[in-house]
Nanobody, 120 residues
Framework: QLQLVESGGGLVQPGGSLRLSCVDS????????IGWFRQAPGKEREELAC????????NYADSVKGRFTISRDNAKGTVYLQMDSLKPDDTAIYYC?????????????WGQGTQVTVSS
């Protein structure tokens, strides 16, 4: 069972950047496709991006394409979400997820989430 742990959230001004990280306590992340979701108050949960186990393929939601970048360093057992040009609408809890051996959209495991607040 994966235990995913996110970090890197916080308060940032509009136009700013944050980098979220996701690790697995057992250091087995390299075998799984990893996604990032977010959920804002009163809004539906949204998948933002997903990256294949090798890192060779990544998918993005239209809402973040061109602003967010998902990447991974399997040697460090870490998946990142680089978020640039942040907007107040990006305020949400961000979750790291495991989707199995490929980006299927089906989530097997969720992290506990990290809060991102974009505000001046």
């Amino acid at each position: 069972q994966l235990q995913l742990v996110e970090s890197g959230g916080g308060l940032v001004q509009p136009g700013g950047s944050l980098r979220l990280s996701c690790v697995d306590s057992e250091f087995t992340l390299e075998y799984y496709a990893i996604g990032w979701f977010r959920q804002a108050p009163g809004k539906e949960r949204e998948e933002l991006a997903c990256i294949s186990p090798s890192g060779g393929r990544a998918n993005y939601a239209d809402s973040v394409k061109g602003r967010f970048t998902i990447s991974r360093d399997n040697a460090k057992g870490t998946v990142y979400l680089q978020m640039d040009s942040l907007k107040p609408d990006d305020t949400a809890i961000y979750y790291c997820t495991s989707e199995g051996s490929y980006c299927s959209g089906y989530v097997y495991y969720w992290g506990q989430g990290t809060q991102v607040t974009v505000s001046s």
